[in-house]
């Protein structure tokens, strides 16, 4: 069964690990659902998250490839409940959007940027919380959307 994975990997910070990393996970046959990365407590190694769908083996085997690239110090599978995940949205609307969406949808987002031809709302939340609240809002009322991706930690004492 292919479910949601994902992949927690620590890498060196250094040009062309992102390549390394998402070309080995295409020569695989995956779609990667999205990808974040940023430096950790180390200026010179960051957090890689990735999401991608496949069964349990398959993404295991994924999982193992990436530890023998030279530049992932280390790479573990989690499903979404095994972690605390977390990401941003900014979405551009119409003005008068405001007055046709209710005032609930918007409640959780925060106000970033008001012109006279739109206004830009910012809101963080796990991924279920952010597609929810694109589907309130209706794509007809979006002018822009940009989504930073799925980023994330184990639960409780896991490291």
Do not use: C, Y
Not at 19 to 38: K, L, Q
Not at 51 to 62: P, S, Y
């Amino acid at each position: 069964m292919t479910a949601l994975k994902i992949i927690s990997t620590i890498v060196e910070n250094k040009p062309g690990v992102l390549f390394r990393v998402s070309n080995m996970i295409r020569r695989r046959g995956f779609n990667i659902e999205s990808i974040t990365v940023g430096t950790i407590d180390h200026k010179d190694v960051s957090r890689m998250t990735l999401t991608l769908r496949g069964d349990d083996a398959t993404v295991e085997q994924v999982v193992k490839q990436l530890i023998k690239l030279i530049d992932v110090l280390e790479a573990k599978v989690f499903t979404p409940e095994e972690v605390t995940a977390r990401e941003l949205v900014l979405i551009r609307l119409a003005p008068e959007a405001k007055t046709q969406i209710a005032t609930d949808a918007l409640k959780d987002a925060r106000l970033v940027d008001t012109s006279p031809g739109s206004i830009t709302l910012e809101l963080t939340g796990g991924p279920e919380v952010i597609e929810q609240f694109v589907q309130r809002v209706g794509s007809s009322n979006i002018l822009g959307l940009a989504r930073t991706g799925v980023t994330a930690l184990p639960r409780g004492d896991r490291v």
